[in-house]
């Protein structure tokens, strides 16, 4: 005969199949907490902790010397929230961060494409996560431009140090005589990726020529990470 299972036993048995389900059932929520509104863009591209670097050679756009946009993806505070967070959790959030431009920044020679790279230094007591683009907008009198993204940069995870610091690149094309609209910026407004609250840094370099409206303009950004 088949043999008989105390009550106490099935009791323990079914308790056990029940926190199994249970805990196969839980998981951890991810993607960004950041509410609706103003953010930087991050991207889906790229894995791994990394630093980015510009890439491609210089092209040419009415005989100016340019770096390669690899084309546009729309407007850089624009972009809805991502998934910029790292193992623990923690991006790096506009607080914790000390912006500013590097030295050597600006056109090198009359009629290039000026290059800005702004620095983002964790001031925090913990390490934080950046992936994908921030947002930037170049500001002055009643014009707000929006930036495009350096599309032929795949952007990459990001960790940043207490006291460390990445960077990214604003390249702009500089207003010549002649050129057609003719744009001076006061202030660059920058969102961190997956944040909502921007900090803004003065201009101090020449005017721009004013392409808000073109399919791949000559000003635009680059994933934070890049050099």
Same mark, same amino acid.
């Given at each position: ?24 059932? =839980?998981? /951890?929520?991810? =993607? ?11 991207? %889906?591209?790229?894995?791994?902790? $990394? ?8 092209? $040419? ?7 390669? %946009?690899?084309?546009?993806? =729309? &407007?850089?505070? /624009? ?15 506009? $607080? ?18 000026? $290059? ?5 230094? /964790? ?5 934080? #996560? ?5 947002? #930037?907008?170049?500001?002055? &009198? ?17 960790? #940043?140090?207490? &006291? ?22 006061? %202030? ?17 370099? %020449? ?10 303009? =000559?000003?635009?950004?680059?994933? #934070?990470?890049?050099?």
């Amino acid at each position: 005969m088949p043999p008989r299972t105390s009550p106490l036993t099935a009791i323990v048995s079914l308790a056990a199949g029940l926190t199994l389900t249970l805990t196969a059932c =839980g998981g /951890n929520g991810g =993607g960004s907490d950041s509410p609706s509104g103003t953010t930087g863009a991050p991207d %889906s591209s790229g894995t791994g902790t $990394a630093t980015a670097t510009v890439t491609g050679s210089p092209g $040419a756009d009415g005989g100016r010397s340019m770096a390669p %946009s690899g084309g546009s993806t =729309g &407007g850089g505070t /624009n972009a809805g929230p991502g998934t910029g967070t790292g193992a623990d959790g923690t991006r790096c959030r506009t $607080a914790q961060l000390a912006f500013a431009v590097a030295p050597g920044s600006g056109a090198q020679s009359k009629g290039s494409q000026g $290059a800005v790279t702004v620095t983002l230094t /964790n001031k925090g007591a913990k390490s934080c #996560v950046m992936k994908g683009y921030p947002g #930037v907008d170049l500001v002055g &009198g009643p014009t707000r431009w929006s930036l495009t993204r350096q599309t032929s940069e795949s952007p990459s995870t990001v960790t #940043v140090r207490p &006291g460390a610091t990445t960077t990214f690149v604003i390249f702009y094309l500089p207003f010549d005589k002649g050129d057609g609209q003719e744009f001076r910026p006061k %202030s660059i407004v920058i969102t961190p990726p997956d944040e909502t609250h921007s900090h803004s840094l003065p201009w101090t370099y %020449s005017s721009v020529l004013l392409q808000d409206g073109a399919t791949r303009p =000559g000003t635009y950004v680059g994933p #934070v990470g890049s050099k």
